[in-house]
């Protein structure tokens, strides 16, 4: 599955973006969906996963309460609703596709990744 993401910005702290991830070539609603982050000098980390049909979620608890991960499997799509962003989550995000049967938050065991979006929050 080819994944392309997309919302990415420059944003003040304390704002709002809306990440999108655009899904193809294979049936989008077999995959768990993740969306992950890296910054400048860190590891790749989970920011949160969504089921197949999207009734369950995960989330770090850097962004619990902030952050809102949902899909449309009719229109092929994931999204990552972010509210009061931080400086701290500057990072280019990432999503994921995960044929795993059960909801992963360790990036080994997805399959499929997306180019990433850069997203800065200024202070």
């Known amino acids: 599955v080819q994944l392309q993401a997309s919302g990415g910005g420059l944003v003040q702290a304390g704002g709002s973006l809306r990440l999108s991830c655009a899904a193809s070539g294979r049936t989008f609603s077999n995959y768990n969906m993740g969306w992950f982050r890296q910054a400048p000098g860190k590891e790749r980390e989970f920011v949160a996963a969504i089921s197949r049909g999207g009734s369950t979620t995960y989330y770090s608890d850097s962004v619990k309460g902030r952050v809102t991960i949902s899909r449309e499997n009719g229109k092929n799509t994931v999204y990552l609703q972010m509210n009061s962003l931080k400086p701290e989550d500057t990072a280019v995000y990432y999503c994921?596709?995960?044929?795993?049967?059960?909801?992963?938050?360790?990036?080994?065991?997805?399959?499929?990744w997306g180019q990433g979006t850069q997203v800065t929050v200024s202070s």
């Open positions: 994921a596709a995960d044929s795993s049967v059960r909801i992963n938050t360790n990036l080994y065991e997805y399959d499929y």
